[in-house]
């Protein structure tokens, strides 16, 4: 699944954020991280704001930080304010749609979309944050390995 660079703007961000929920975020620093434009990616902290995912603090010392429960707050949390993962009636609209072939395609896609978002609802931002923790652990093993001599 592809997902919009809002939606992962927004990914990117709350998983910063809730990394260090008490630490404040500048927007300008997500941006450097991430290689992407500041303006942009003030959009998208400005609809997570008016969502209460994360709080924001004007001025100096000022940014941005988690404003949830990082073990209730889901992917779908997030990706249902910037996809279009509505109930899949645009599916209908499609040409061929009416076909009996389009028909079954549709019922295909829509199991596919509710598996999907199924995922989403049960993957928690804490779980991802483990799972991020876990794979910085492995690399760090990867790295401190001796390298094995090369034969010539």
Do not use: C, W
Not at 21 to 26: A, D, H, Y
Not at 70 to 82: E, H, N, S, Y
Not at 133 to 150: G, I, M, T, V
Request: glycine content about 12%; proline content about 2%.
């Amino acid at each position: 699944m592809k997902l919009q660079i809002s939606t992962r703007l927004a990914l990117y961000s709350v998983l910063e954020f809730a990394a260090n929920p008490e630490r404040q975020v500048s927007a300008a620093g997500i941006a450097a991280k991430y290689g992407v434009s500041t303006h942009h990616l003030a959009k998208v902290l400005r609809e997570l704001v008016r969502a209460g995912v994360i709080e924001s603090t004007r001025g100096v010392g000022g940014g941005y930080r988690f404003g949830g429960n990082a073990k209730r707050f889901t992917l779908m949390d997030v990706i249902g304010r910037f996809e279009d993962i509505g109930d899949g009636d645009g599916a209908n609209r499609e040409p061929g749609a009416s076909t009996d072939v389009g028909g079954a395609l549709g019922v295909v896609l829509a199991e596919i979309d509710e598996i999907a978002k199924a995922t989403f609802r049960s993957i928690t931002i804490d779980t991802l944050l483990k799972l991020i923790a876990l794979r910085r652990r492995d690399e760090q093993k990867r790295r401190a390995r001796p390298k094995k001599a090369r034969r010539a």
